[in-house]
């Protein structure tokens, strides 16, 4: 028994590939959308298909007298058309490397059946037979545009105004989009959260926030936290359509134009954004995040920003460290222009008990940023 998603995953396949292997013999092909309608509706058995429409039907006949034999496809010219239309999406934009394994695995079984029927001496979908000069789709850049994401500011305000839409549906989900942001779950986990389960990285504010919503709206016989106002689960229509309107009340109309915020989802990458930008870790931001650090570093790499002066000032300061010698060497500034002589201290006088006098007297002109370590922390100096 084929599922519902694998019945339409095969039917989309062939109907993709069928109209490829055709010889029109002069005939004008027939609309692209009324082929597809009719397709659909042939491959598609029992009570799934559908009677064709007059149209539909001079298409069938069309597809039945132009299709080329099975035995057409051990061209490899052929099976590279074929290979080509797989690659394609429906509006003639490049497939993701994952749908069209999807489409070709689909089209390989039904050559396989071919092989096994003697229609075909082998497959030419194989990866063994993949046509020479031909190659798959490379996987696209998956990382996030950064023009998606606002400010702290922005995210936090935009969160808040859920409070002013109607009387309780936007404060339903004031702590829904908080949990999104400041925990960066993805919505379906959030929808999915309950009283039990409740254990997530939460700052104060999204403590707060969630504490008031539970004291005001309470949880289900399940102890599920988010529930619409009838105590059903909540869809993702819905919390795409409260989005929008956040959007609208937020946003300036040429933000709106754009893509700032577009999707309750950006909401999560903010969140991500904003634990990178502040120095937390990769490892535990993708631990929190639920990734690897692989995809972490794929999909926010371009996002993250505001850390040169950081760095610079991290460069710096290991530049200014390595003027200085080892105390048991004797201190002295390397640097020519600051002009001052060092009184060196041998390292028999460094373990003495006038060592903090001796010290005292040498670091008495040195300049002020510059702080001496106590004997035994490997004798360097030290940036305050």
């Known amino acids: 028994m084929v599922s519902a998603k ?13 109209p490829v292997v055709v010889s029109p013999n002069g005939a004008a092909p027939p609309d692209p959308d009324v082929l ?15 009677e064709p429409d007059e149209d539909e039907a001079r298409v069938l006949t069309w597809i039945a007298r132009a299709s080329r034999p099975v035995s057409a496809l051990g061209d490899p010219s052929v099976a590279a058309d074929v290979l080509d239309a797989l690659a394609r999406k429906l509006d003639g934009s490049p497939a993701s490397p994952s749908y069209f394994s999807r489409r070709r695995r689909v089209v390989h079984r039904a050559l396989g059946y071919a092989v096994r029927k003697k229609r075909l001496s082998a497959n030419p979908l194989s990866k063994a ?3 020479e000069g031909w190659t798959p789709p490379e996987a696209p850049d998956d990382a996030l545009d950064y023009r998606t994401i606002g400010s702290p500011e922005l995210v936090e305000s935009m969160i808040e105004a859920c409070r002013t839409l109607g009387i309780t549906q936007g404060a339903r989900f004031r702590a829904f989009y908080g949990c999104m942001y400041f925990s960066m779950m993805r919505p379906s986990e959030v929808a999915a959260l309950t009283l039990s389960a ?3 990285p939460a700052p104060p504010e999204l403590v707060a926030m969630l504490r008031e919503h539970i004291a005001r709206f309470g949880a289900g016989p399940d102890g599920r936290v988010f529930r619409s106002e009838r105590g059903n689960p909540i869809q993702a229509s819905t919390w795409w359509q409260v989005w929008q309107k956040v959007r609208a009340a937020s946003l300036t109309p040429g933000q709106l134009d754009g893509p700032l915020m577009i999707q309750p989802y950006c909401l999560r990458h903010a969140g991500v954004t904003r634990r990178l930008n502040e120095g937390v870790d ?41 003027l200085w010698g080892r ?16 009184r060196p201290l041998a390292p028999a006088q460094l373990a003495s008990s006038q060592v903090r006098g001796r010290l005292a ?24």
């Open 6 to 18: 694998s019945r339409i995953s095969i039917v989309e396949s062939l109907t993709c590939v069928i």
């Open 36 to 50: 597809r309608a009719a397709l659909r509706k042939e491959l598609n058995q029992g009570a799934n298909g559908g």
């Open 129 to 131: 037979a993949q046509p």
């Open 198 to 200: 409740c254990e997530l």
């Open 282 to 322: 990769e490892a535990t931001v993708a631990a929190w995040a639920g990734h690897s650090v692989e995809v972490l570093r794929r999909i926010y790499h371009h996002s993250v920003g505001g850390q040169d002066e950081i760095l610079i000032a991290r460069m710096d300061a290991h530049r200014r460290r390595s």
């Open 327 to 342: 105390i048991g060497d004797g201190i002295r500034h390397r640097a020519a222009s600051a002009g001052i002589a060092w």
């Open 361 to 384: 007297l040498v670091t008495k002109s040195a300049p002020s940023r510059i702080r001496t370590c106590a004997h035994g922390s490997g004798g360097r100096c030290s940036l305050p």
